[in-house]
């Protein structure tokens, strides 16, 4: 599946007619990435008996967002970050006006991806960009972001910890798995959209126990959280409660893969994995 | 038009539920802009004698994207500018991160806007994403920004000039146009387009004609063009020449309100006033 997502992320990238706005977005749109959020999206449409190639172009779109916020999360004004994905940051190796146009292009494209789909109905296309920008906008991933930046050097309650993990992780997995349920003609997406909410979480508190556990090398970006002291779950109740709480999440996973049937599924073996990741 | 579309500006504002991010979107986008770009967009749909009172909500997704491009623009690594609409920009008044994410927020949110609307079908909505998508992004909008950055200390041919003015300027003035046509049931959306090309350009070259001629107070932002020695048409062709170039566009622009049929039209008064601006 991978690879499928990587060429068609390649072709897109040669889509693009400026050749530096090009080869900066191929940097860090190429890198290497997990492209988790395309995968779950086309996972979920491979669960209701669909054929997910024809799907990647839509599923594209959620790797463009994905790097979009990675881009502009790393600038100077906001985390700062030297190294991404085992490399410099695109605004150490492209200039900083360069990120910032990247991103904005990686963001708009996305947009632009889903609603010029050939294969996908109007109204199908309207709801996948619905929750798209519902998702990623103003009270959803940027709220996340805002949130996180003022989080610096502040004892947060888990509540509030927790509130921004959704808005700024959770939000755009959600978006994956609800939009592959979307575009599966599924009315109820509930489930898909609290599985996504727990797998985000997941996914954040993962991220705090391995910064605080790996070095640089292994995780393969800076230590940022650390260094600009901001509250993590392991910041707040300890590495061995926030273990236990992790655990507790995964059992909440398993109820709802339960709920939804999917134990023998390839979504289900993808989300075993991501539960089980080390870096 | 003006006060109908600031109160729905007004009502967008009210929607963020982040306090920061909200004081700096509403910052910007209630800073007294003329929105050229949703009066033009409501005055195509009133041309075809809809009630353009209905599509208001659309319209604001245009003054959105606009401002989104203003605050990035202004950044410090991009024109670093300090004074927009006549008071500090939003980075020297917020900061550079919450700039960075108000512009991400706004962008975002004008999708959001069209996809939810209550009052277009679905065929309708993905049009005008379509269209807004491909104009903004990265062989639109974003092009001409690219093009701009690299355009410093160069000298440029007009052609070259032409093209970064249509990516930059023109090509969210056609989308404004377009879009109003795609809403009204227009099929043949040709004239709007060049209409849009060429009023773009021309609204381009006056920024030129009175960056030269007035003082930072009347234009009410900083001369950044003139400091950071960017080709202008003023540059090039030298200010006289400029002014003939302005009249043969202000001739086309009659020849396409004359195919249009638009003489009568409140539209037409607007773009007189376009043509006529003194700042």
Redesign the interface.
Known sequence: MKNIINDALKKYVL????P??RDA?KYSLLAGGKRIRPILFLEVIKSYGLNPLDYVDIAISLELIHTYSLI?DD?P??DNDSIRRGKPTLHIAY????A??A???????S??L???SLIL???I???L??VL??K?????M??G???D??SEGVELPLFDLDQMYEKKTSNLIVASLVMGAIVSDEKNTQLWSNLGFILGLLFQIQDDVLEETLSVDIIGKTKSDTIRKKPTYVSILGLNETKMHILKLENEITKIINKLKLFDSSLYQLILKIINRSN
Not at 103 to 109: I, K, W
């Open positions: 889509s693009i007619n400026n530096s706005l977005i502009h600038l004004s906001m200039g900083e006006s360069t910032i146009l991103g904005d292009a990686l963001l708009t494209d947009f632009r889903i609603s010029s109905d109007s109204n296309k309207t709801k960009i619905e920008s519902e990623t906008g103003s009270n959803g940027i709220m972001q805002m949130l930046l003022a």
